[in-house]
């Protein structure tokens, strides 16, 4: 197999986020975007004591791409205005189509509120084709059993979206994406096919990781690749985490203000209005 070559090397930037602190290595002042991924946010690890959300993402709009939520640590729980509920446990992972529009909220679980502990996730935005922006809002709440595991005991990957080994991930997704959630001990290994036309990046969750048998990377950095090779090698030099991500450039114009992402700036004018007008649903608080 021939490896594809590192484009870019983005560290986890910290910004802030309400009353906390993020790690962001997507979007940066180098790269805005990996087509068709826009942003990807690191939240913990966060050590819990009840009663404090170190989270507690109140009531937001969205229209035009799709929220997705991996919770590694920890406990949360989603509700939004077109009815859907959902608790998450460590290892499930919540995929929201927005579409047309959803306001929703997400914060820690009462049950681990009450409890503590550490709380960690990452939060990735994927864009919408044009044809896909005012579909129907959609809720997926997958859980950690119901995610197909491939690998071996050192080297362990979770099938989240896509194909990979024969396995297919249970996510439901709008464009041609790969997903995969990699655990490895020191000294496992792993090599990932790339189809030729996707874009891909990796994200180091916890650890260090020697990329291609070459250059070693270390946790909450993001790895973009060129469009230049077959597929990637990691090998953990360290107990690690990665977060794996390819997909197919979708080549649309992006406009993005806060939480909308259209094609052009009238509509990203019309998702304001629209939302203050209740269009995207009505939102209960709890």
Do not use: C
């Not at 406990?75 to 446990?89: A, I, M, V, W």
């Not at 990452?122 to 995610?147: C, F, G, R």
């Amino acid at each position: 197999m021939k490896y594809r070559s590192v484009a870019a090397i983005l560290p986890g930037e910290p910004i802030e986020m309400g009353s906390t602190i993020v790690k962001q290595p997507l979007p940066t002042v180098r790269v805005e975007r990996i087509d068709p991924f826009l942003l990807l946010h690191h939240f913990g690890p966060y050590e819990v004591t009840p009663p404090f959300d170190p989270l507690d993402v109140g009531p937001h709009p969205h229209r035009g791409f799709e929220p997705v939520t991996f919770l590694y640590q920890g406990g949360l729980r989603h509700k939004d205005s077109r009815g859907n509920e959902g608790t998450l446990k460590g290892g499930d992972v919540q995929w929201m189509t927005a579409g047309r529009g959803i306001i929703h909220s997400e914060r820690a679980s009462r049950d681990f509120l009450e409890q503590g502990g550490t709380l960690e996730g990452i939060q990735l935005w994927i864009n919408l084709p044009q044809k896909d922006k005012m579909a129907q809002p959609a809720y997926q709440n997958i859980k950690a059993e119901d995610i197909p595991v491939a690998g071996s005991e050192r080297s362990k990957v979770r099938v989240v979206a896509g194909n990979y080994q024969g396995l297919k991930g249970p996510v439901r997704t709008h464009t041609e994406l790969l997903v995969l959630q990699i655990s490895m001990s020191e000294g496992g290994f792993v090599q990932l096919p790339v189809p030729e036309t996707h874009n891909a990046m990796v994200y180091i969750v916890n650890g260090t990781v020697q990329l291609n048998d070459n250059w070693s990377y270390e946790k909450e950095h993001l790895l973009q690749f060129r469009q230049d090779g077959e597929g990637i090698a990691l090998r953990a030099e360290t107990n690690s985490e990665i977060l794996f991500l390819s997909g197919a450039p979708i080549n649309e114009p992006v406009a993005q203000w806060g939480p909308y992402v259209m094609n052009t700036q009238t509509e990203i004018m019309e998702a304001m209005r629209d939302y203050q007008m209740g269009k995207m649903g009505f939102y209960t608080e709890y």
